[in-house]
């Protein structure tokens, strides 16, 4: 599921075939659509959040790194 926000999330969205695969082999289709439809919603409040400007000047940024994980969606 990481890859998958990773993928969506990214510069150019776009997932490859083998993360498709893998994503279908954990979850449904309309699961899948499901959890783009959250990904996507929590990406747009939290740009609401930052245009009203309820972000504080200070706001610790966290990096965690997708695992690569054979066969892990």
């Known amino acids: ?3 998958w926000t990773d993928a969506f999330l990214s510069a150019e969205p776009q997932a490859d075939e083998a993360l498709r695969r893998r994503m279908l082999a954990s979850f449904s289709a309309a699961e899948i659509v499901e959890l783009t ?3 996507a919603l929590f990406m747009g ?3 609401i959040a930052l245009a009203l400007g309820g972000v504080p000047d200070e706001l610790p940024v966290m990096v965690q790194p ?3 994980v054979p066969g892990a969606a």
Do not use: C, N, Q, Y
Request: aromatic share 8%; proline share 8%.
């Open 45 to 47: 409040f939290s740009k």
């Open 66 to 68: 997708t695992p690569d």
């Open 37 to 39: 439809a959250g990904v």
């Open 1 to 3: 599921m990481l890859a």
